[in-house]
């Protein structure tokens, strides 16, 4: 998982990436990389190319700030945001659908307001995360834990020693063999292939001619010969 984290005082940060390590560690034993930036441009910089981010801690003081915090919202839907703000801004400008924030810390900051805002704000994180598993699934790597949606999910495949994961016009990869994958994955998922599972309820047309299944955002999955009895009992 990454946290990430603006703020152009140092104190401040020094104190809250604390404070993020101490929940973190209470919370979970997965590794978390903690990314901090003194700078908004830098740390657009970063988001351009960072695959996920977990928890974020943004200062939204300045349209820039504000501006970083709805393109963190865009690209990871999922991430947990806590906003760092005083009353030079409105709240009407950070306190809306296209930030959702789940945290805020006024200004002048104190350690006490920081550990109360984190306490909760990390709690709340987990709690949903964990509670989200049963829906979602889970990737493990070494940059952390992923969950996806399985409604957001188009097919796995294996290629190269490793599976990936097509959804939604994002791709995940993950360590792990197509045999066991095809028996945990919930029954909605449907082996049609020795290197593919497809999502039954992405496919848009089956051609057994063709040896191959149309899904409904134009891609198209291979389908063996031993796999077509099924494919053809499930849809027809």
Known sequence: MVFFLT??????????????????AFHSDE????????????????????????IAAVDVTDNSGLELAKSIRKKFRSAFLILIADSSISPQKYLTPSVMAGGLILRPLS???????FSESFTSYFNAFYEDEQNDFLIKSRE???????DRINYFESANKRIF????????FFYDTIDN???????????????????SQKVKKVCLSENIL????NDIVPMSRGYKANLKERFG
């Open 111 to 117: 350690k006490a307001s920081v550990d109360e805002v």
């Open 31 to 54: 590794r978390c990389d903690y990314k901090c930036f003194e700078k908004n441009c830098e740390a657009e910089m970063f988001i351009k190319t960072c695959p996920d981010v977990s």
């Open 7 to 24: 703020d152009p005082y140092a104190n401040e940060r020094s104190y809250m990436e604390k404070c993020a390590h101490d929940q973190i």
């Open 144 to 150: 952390g834990r992923i969950l996806v949606s399985y």
């Open 214 to 217: 149309y899904l409904q955002n």
């Open 181 to 199: 994958l095809a028996q945990t994955l919930p029954e909605g998922f449907i082996r049609c292939h020795r290197s593919f599972i497809v999502n």
């Open 165 to 172: 994961l097509n959804a939604d016009g994002e791709s995940y």
